[in-house]
């Protein structure tokens, strides 16, 4: 994992906390495994997931690929391959060509782990960027919350 981490800041200008396993996630998909659209930001005003680290810890037969319909780009997973994208734009906000997916597995397993980047770690590398943003859905459940009371 140091291997991968070092790899990783060498690619993008963000770091990965050192300390603890931070936020890992292991993907075991069998045939037909897949996983719908998504966004990866949890849409949280502070420490949300910056950026996404993919790795592909085998070779997929057939399926598998991860797609990001906005940005218009597909991979397919190979052991070994890393890919790495931004979950949030300039401004902090929602990259809307983050917005990504998993095809479903057709032949074989599809084994990856995901690793989320978090806005804390760039604390001392990026600092004072910008104030933290409302942002949309925030802002909602705000209102209806005052409705409610
Ligand atoms: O398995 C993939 O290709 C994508 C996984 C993913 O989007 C996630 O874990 O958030
Ligand atoms: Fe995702």
Not at 8 to 35: A, C, K, V, W
């Amino acid at each position: 994992m140091q291997r991968i981490k070092q790899k990783f800041e060498d690619l993008s200008d963000l770091n990965i906390s050192r300390t603890g396993p931070n936020e890992m996630q292991y993907l075991n998909y069998d045939f037909g495994g897949h996983h719908l659209p998504h966004m990866d930001l949890l849409n949280i005003s502070m420490n949300d997931r910056m950026a996404t680290i993919l790795i592909y810890l085998n070779d997929v037969t057939r399926g598998g690929g991860t797609i990001f319909p906005r940005a218009k780009q597909a991979v397919h997973p190979e052991k070994g391959k890393l890919i790495l994208w931004y979950n949030m734009n300039s401004n902090l906000d929602f990259e809307i060509n983050s917005l990504h997916g998993a095809c479903p597995v057709l032949i074989g397993r599809k084994i990856a782990i995901a690793y989320f980047i978090r806005e804390n770690d760039q604390m001392f590398i990026k600092p004072c960027l910008k104030p933290p943003q409302y942002r949309p859905i925030e802002e909602l459940k705000v209102t209806e919350g005052l409705i409610m009371k």
